[in-house]
């Protein structure tokens, strides 16, 4: 028997097609998880503030104090850097 150009071609895009479909699904479990992470941040407002403002304050307290102090102490470029850190973080 021979080979049939046309089957082995058909073959070899429905194989194609079921490894994007596992890449997709896998792709929509991994989205499907941050969305949670993320409602679950959003959406569970306990005392007037999420996890998230909690952590977002506690890295303007804290990683970035620091950052800002030693930059203001180095100067020149790192410092003007450092004031535009802090003024896209400002809210």
Not at 17 to 28: D, F, G, S
């Amino acid at each position: 028997m021979g080979s049939n150009p046309s089957l082995e071609f058909f073959l070899a895009t429905v194989s194609l097609m079921e490894a994007l479909i596992e890449r997709l699904e896998q792709a929509v479990i991994r989205l499907e998880v941050v969305s949670a992470k993320l409602q679950g941040c959003f959406g569970n407002m306990a005392n007037g503030e999420s996890q998230c403002m909690e952590a977002f304050d506690h890295l303007l307290r804290g990683p970035l104090s620091g950052y800002m102090k030693n930059s203001w102490i180095i100067g020149g470029d790192v410092a003007k850097h450092a004031e535009m850190v802090q003024n896209a973080l400002q809210v």
